[in-house]
Structures are given as C-alpha cells and as structure tokens.
C-alpha cells in the first residue's frame, strides 16, 4: 500500500490504524495510553506499540538490529524502545522527519518480522 495523501506528511493515527489493517490479523491489548498490537495466536508476538495519547503520534516497532541503530543515528525522531529491547525495537515521533510512507514500510517490517518467527 503506498497511499500517496501520506508521501511526505507526518503518519496520523489514522492512518496508521487503516494501514494496520489492511496487514492481516492481529489482537490488541490496551494497557494506561498503550495499544500493543501482536500476532493473533497462543504466542501473540508483539509488532506496534502506539502511544494512544501522544502528540504527535509515537509508536514503536521491531527491526533489525543494524537498522534500528542507523536510524536512531539519522534521525533525532528515532530512538531505542523504552518498553521492549532497544537493540531491535525502535520509538518513532512522527513529526516528519521520516515520511508516511517511511513510517508504514517499518511497521510492515515488524508485522512480517512478528508473523515469520511462527512459521
């Protein structure tokens, strides 16, 4: 999906939500301002943080270890996860410093990283 409305804008909630979706199935568990979205079976590996009451939007996705370091040193709106490990896991404010589309590609990741562990 490469919505073109979001190419160069800041990701809003959602769209992040619409796009997610659009990915395949998946459980969510509310915890305080969290929505923790995982895989929907007994394992429930976990793909997206969304920081519910964050402005601008702030969530939090897996990713290769290597990637998640480069980007946390390009850009100031990535940094290590607070919540699960911060040599895969990054935290990202959407403020425009990575495009919507940026933005959508790493939850993609992070889903595919989720789902392909169980197989």
């Not at 040599?87 to 959407?94: G, H, L, P, T």
């Amino acid at each position: 999906m490469q919505d073109k409305t979001i190419d160069s804008k800041p990701l809003t909630t959602e769209q992040l939500l619409d796009f997610v979706s659009s990915l395949g199935k998946f459980s969510i568990t509310i915890d305080q301002n969290l929505r923790i979205f995982k895989t929907p079976d007994d394992a429930g590996r976990i793909f997206l943080i969304l920081h519910s009451k964050s402005a601008p939007l702030r969530l939090e996705v897996g990713t290769d270890a290597k990637l998640a370091k480069l980007l946390a040193e390009r850009y100031e709106s990535v940094m290590p996860s607070r919540h699960i490990s911060p040599k895969e896991w990054i935290e990202i404010i959407c403020a425009g410093q990575l495009t919507g589309v940026e933005v959508l590609d790493l939850v993609r990741m992070s889903f595919n990283r989720a789902n392909n562990v169980l197989t």
